[in-house]
């Protein structure tokens, strides 16, 4: 049984950077309007001291009470919290349609591997009811440790002893796609679906459902 395993951001959810959004709406564009936030300063939220978040070393919840005021937000943080999540959720059904294939081939198990901070791995995992589709999400801060450092790889392979074979892996950064072929899987930078369908062990698996 082998392990097929999937960034979320940019590969399984449509970031806010990916090449295709130019043809798709932000999740903030109606920010301004609705909640009085200019999209620009909410992005400066997301520095190097956001990396504590993300690894599970401060909650969300106490970040947002102490930035949002700084921005011009006086309303409830877990309203700004609801809008954001519910939003931040441009799903690639196509991408999406092709895993469930795959993982109906038999033999393999499907993973997320990204990074992320509790409450939104939690409202993909049960709200977007992505724990019907994979076997697990191994995130940041379930791990404590962020993509791409060693430290991720090493805690997530600790989840993938019951697969065989190398595992395979597929995100859109460079750096990470790098990280996990230092660590010794076998990974594909993701920019397009067909990076996925095209692979010659998944395009081998596919062919037979």
């Not at 400066?44 to 990396?51: A, I, L, V, Y």
């Not at 450092?149 to 989840?159: T, W």
């Not at 010659?200 to 037979?208: D, N, T």
């Amino acid at each position: 049984m082998r392990a097929v395993l999937f960034d979320i951001d940019g590969v399984l959810v449509h970031s806010r950077f990916h090449p295709e959004m130019e043809r798709r709406r932000f999740w903030d564009e109606h920010l301004l309007t609705d909640l009085g936030i200019e999209p620009s300063r909410f992005q400066s939220m997301f520095g190097p001291g956001f990396d504590a978040v993300i690894t599970g070393e401060r909650s969300l919840i106490e970040v947002l009470d102490g930035f949002l005021p700084t921005i011009g937000y006086n309303g409830s943080t877990l309203r700004f919290l609801e809008y954001w999540l519910e939003r931040d959720t441009n799903v690639n059904y196509a991408l999406v349609e092709q895993i469930t294939r795959l993982r109906g081939t038999g033999d393999v198990k499907v993973f997320l591997a990204t990074n992320q901070e509790h409450l939104r791995a939690n409202y993909l995992w049960r709200e977007l009811r992505l724990g019907h589709i994979f076997d697990d999400m191994l995130y940041a801060a379930r791990l404590g440790a962020a993509k791409p450092s060693v430290a991720f790889f090493e805690r997530a392979a600790v989840h993938l002893t019951d697969c065989e074979g190398v595992p395979l892996f597929f995100d859109d950064s460079e750096k990470v796609v790098a990280g996990a072929r230092d660590f010794g899987w076998e990974a594909v930078l993701f920019n397009e679906i067909e990076h996925f369908t095209d692979h010659p062990w998944v395009a081998g698996r596919l062919a037979r459902s």
